[in-house]
Structures are given as C-alpha cells and as structure tokens.
C-alpha cells in the first residue's frame, strides 16, 4: 500500500478463529537436522503437488481492503470479487466479477497489492522458488484438532525492486505433522520500499474433496509505518469458495474487453495419500 496522509486511522479487529488458535502456543521439539530437512523435503514437495492439482480447478475470491477511523468508521473501501483460474505454468487468470468504485486514496492500492492478493498472501511459498528461502524450524504447535510443524521462513536474499518484480513471502507457515502439507500461513511480502508498505497477511487453508489443502480465508489487522514516520492502519479480508474441477482461462485484455477460453474438466494431479 502507497503512503497516504492520514492521522489516527484505527480499526476493528475481527477474528473467525478458535479460541484455542489463540491461546495455542509452539512446544519445542528436538529434532535433528536430517529430520527437519526431510520434513521441509516432503512438505515442498506435496506444495508443488497441491499448486499443480489447483490447476484443474476454477474458484471464486472476495478481497476487501478497509481504512477504518476513530469512532469505527470506514474510511476508505476497495472490493473485488473475482473467478479465478492458474494455467499449468502457474499464470494466474482473473474475471473481475464485481469491482466497485474504490474510496480508498488515489494510488493507495499498489500493482504490487493486487499481485499479493493472489500470490503470497494465499500461498505463501512459490514451489519452483524453494532454494530462495531459509527455514528454520521453531517446534510444534496443536490447534483445534492439528498437531502442526511450525516454521520460520525468510528469503535468503531480498530481491531489488528496481529490477525484478518479483515478490517472496517472510513469515510462519505450519505444516500438519500426518500429511505434511501446508495449512496456514503468517507473513507478509517483500520488498518493501520507502513508501509502498505491505501487511502481515494471516492465511487458513481447508480441505476440498478431501484431497488437497487450499486457501479458505485470509485475514489482516496491521498497522503500516513509513519511513516519513507516517501510519496506516486497515483491515484486509479475502474469502476462497466454490472450488470446481475444472479450468477456465480469462485473460483480462483492458477495462472493458475480457477473453475467455472455457476448458472442460481435467483429471486433477495426484494427490499425497495420508498414512
């Protein structure tokens, strides 16, 4: 998000999780480094399987970003409700359902914004960038009825606005300990710069046709500091629903003209079988 002029902006903080999300913390566990290694092998691996099964599904997604003033009210709303389809190589196609005039400052929402919207806020790890990222193993974590690996993971080296856009996510992820697939994530996206600022993005995953773990609901409450000393604080909701097999490409060509190549269904990829 781009730096805007604004003093005391506040927000009301919501939450759709469990109080034992909440309070749950992270137990350390002694493991060896092969373990942990072996861990982060399998998991990568079935995130490259899950990537490659989304491919043959089309679904549905709600982002609204609010600025929220003192006394509770909004101050500025962007909203896009949008069908959504990945090709094999992993593009991202997009039919913008339902876009309403944002009321949100002039250049607030970023280019940058819209690529994490579908990128690192619900995937958090890019499977084909793996060796980009550090992972340091932090213990083990129970919520609800999941016992879950907890990582920490950073890339091993910021990559340079100015020369590649290129985005790479900073943060925790979990990973359930029978499956080893990843079922939330914590973090948010680099590069920052002096006046685009970016949200810790918190993102749950839900099982469809129990199969393959894929993003449900991402959520964010944060505060932006800029480097003016400046501060912005909003509140992101984004919803994943109504995941169907199959695979519709949409190329969004300009504001008014939408291409759209309809696909049947395809056999999705297989799936890592549980123990």
């Given at each position: 998000?781009?730096r ?5 902006l506040?927000i009301?903080?919501?939450?759709i999780f ?5 309070t749950?913390?992270?137990?350390k566990?002694?493991l ?7 861990i982060?092998?399998?998991f990568?691996?079935?995130e490259?399987e899950?990537?490659a ?8 997604r ?7 003033g003192?006394?509770g ?6 909203e ?6 990945l090709t094999p190589?992993?593009?991202r196609?997009e039919k913008?359902?339902r876009?309403?005039v ?9 280019p ?8 690192v806020?619900?995937?958090a790890?890019e499977?084909?960038?793996v060796n980009?990222?550090n992972?340091v193993?932090l213990g083990k974590?129970?919520i609800?009825e999941?016992n879950l ?5 950073t890339?091993?080296v910021i ?5 590649t856009p290129?985005?790479?996510?900073t943060g925790?992820?979990w990973?359930?300990?029978?499956d ?11 590069p920052?710069?002096?006046e685009?600022?970016f949200?810790v993005?918190e993102?749950?995953?839900e ?8 993003p449900?609901?991402a959520s ?6 800029f ?5 912005v604080?909003?509140?992101m909701?984004?919803k994943?629903k109504?995941y ?11 504001d008014?003209?939408v ?9 999705p990829?297989p799936a890592?079988?549980?123990?």
């Amino acid at each position: 998000m781009k730096r805007i002029i604004a003093f005391g902006l506040f927000i009301f903080c919501i939450s759709i999780f469990s109080a034992s999300a909440q309070t749950s913390t992270i137990s350390k566990v002694e493991l060896s480094q092969t373990d942990i290694d072996k861990i982060i092998k399998k998991f990568t691996a079935n995130e490259a399987e899950f990537r490659a099964a989304l491919t043959n599904y089309v679904f549905n997604r709600y982002a609204v970003v609010q600025t929220v003033g003192m006394g509770g009210q909004i101050t500025g709303s962007f909203e896009r409700d949008s069908f959504m389809s990945l090709t094999p190589d992993g593009q991202r196609f997009e039919k913008i359902l339902r876009a309403p005039v944002a009321t949100t400052p002039p250049g607030f929402i970023t280019p940058e914004d819209l690529e994490d919207l579908g990128g690192v806020n619900p995937f958090a790890i890019e499977p084909s960038r793996v060796n980009e990222y550090n992972f340091v193993y932090l213990g083990k974590e129970k919520i609800d009825e999941l016992n879950l690996h907890v990582f920490e993971v950073t890339p091993k080296v910021i990559p340079n606005p100015k020369k590649t856009p290129l985005r790479l996510f900073t943060g925790r992820i979990w990973v359930d300990d029978t499956d080893f697939m990843i079922v939330k994530s914590k973090g948010k996206a680099v590069p920052e710069t002096k006046e685009n600022k970016f949200p810790v993005v918190e993102t749950w995953r839900e099982n469809v046709d129990d199969k393959y773990w894929f993003p449900s609901y991402a959520s964010s409450n944060d505060e932006l500091v800029f480097d003016d000393g400046s501060t912005v604080k909003l509140r992101m909701r984004i919803k994943f629903k109504d995941y169907k097999q199959g695979r519709s490409d949409v190329k969004i060509l300009d504001d008014d003209v939408v291409v759209e190549d309809e696909k049947p269904a395809a056999t999705p990829a297989p799936a890592p079988k549980k123990p």
